[in-house]
């Protein structure tokens, strides 16, 4: 069974950082464009941030441009979130997932389009 499992989550204060890790057992990853997602209490899932298969392209949520990048390493088969000046709204449950196959990034973030989702991590940014 395909998987993916988030780790990295926990609680920060505002202004912090944090990185998120993606681990895929049962696949690579790098043969499939990935992405992160989350869920605040109470709101539908929205997308974070969202890498092309090769890389070439990349979209990020306009209210975490410049503070959230999004990469991958190959070698240990692993997605990352890096997650700088953290913000109160940026509490949630974050997701990584992957897709076979999407229209865009931006496609893929906006609209979910992916194949496989891990469980989620706890991510909360309080004082």
């Known amino acids: 069974q395909l998987q993916l499992v988030e780790s990295g989550g926990g609680l920060v204060q505002p202004g912090g950082s944090l990185r998120l890790s993606c681990a895929a057992s049962?696949?690579?990853?790098?043969?499939?464009?990935i992405g992160w997602f989350r869920q605040a209490p109470g709101k539908g899932l929205e997308g974070v941030s969202c890498?092309?298969?090769?890389?070439?392209?990349?979209y990020y949520k306009d209210s975490v441009k410049g503070r959230f990048t999004i990469s991958r390493d190959n070698a240990k088969n692993t997605v990352y979130l890096q997650m700088n000046t953290l913000k109160p709204e940026d509490t949630a449950v974050y997701f990584c997932a992957a897709a076979l196959s999407i229209s865009s990034v931006q496609g893929m973030c906006v609209n979910r389009e992916a194949n496989y989702w891990g469980q989620g991590t706890q991510v909360t940014v309080s004082s």
């Open positions: 890498l092309s298969r090769t890389d070439a392209t990349v």
């Open positions: 049962r696949f690579t990853l790098d043969n499939v464009a």
